[in-house]
């Protein structure tokens, strides 16, 4: 069982920035795929980006690609959501998960999830 913990989120007006937290348990973290999904009001779940195992492959959704960096530290367990030049569309709850070797786009790819941060961002 992998432990999910994310942080970080907030109320920032547009334009500003927030860095995301998640911290995984497990001794094996460097072997996870770690993934950011968001689900805002009365809409699904959706990806926003992941990093592989050894952080040199990233992935984003187009609507975030240019604004956002995930990033990882592997002897703190923690994976990293950078969000700069946000907007009210970005407002959502953020979640982080994990999965195995490969990083995917995929929710349904993905085994174990914090209970997610929310993210609010004022026009």
């Known amino acids: 069982q992998v432990q999910v913990v994310e942080s970080g989120g907030g109320l920032v007006q547009a334009g500003g920035s927030l860095r995301l937290s998640c911290a995984a348990s497990?001794?094996?973290?460097?072997?996870?795929?770690m993934g950011w999904f968001r689900q805002g009001p009365r809409k699904e779940r959706e990806f926003v980006a992941a990093?592989?195992?050894?952080?040199?492959?990233?992935y984003y959704a187009d609507s975030v690609k240019g604004r956002f960096t995930i990033s990882r530290d592997n002897a703190k367990n923690t994976v990293y959501l950078q969000m700069n030049s946000l907007k009210p569309e970005d407002t959502a709850v953020y979640y982080c998960?994990?999965?195995?070797?490969?990083?995917?786009?995929?929710?349904?790819?993905?085994?174990?999830w914090g209970q997610g941060t929310q993210v609010t961002v004022s026009s």
């Open positions: 497990g001794r094996t973290f460097s072997s996870y795929a």
């Open positions: 990093i592989s195992p050894s952080g040199d492959n990233t």
């Open positions: 998960a994990v999965r195995g070797l490969i990083a995917t786009m995929n929710v349904n790819d993905y085994h174990y």
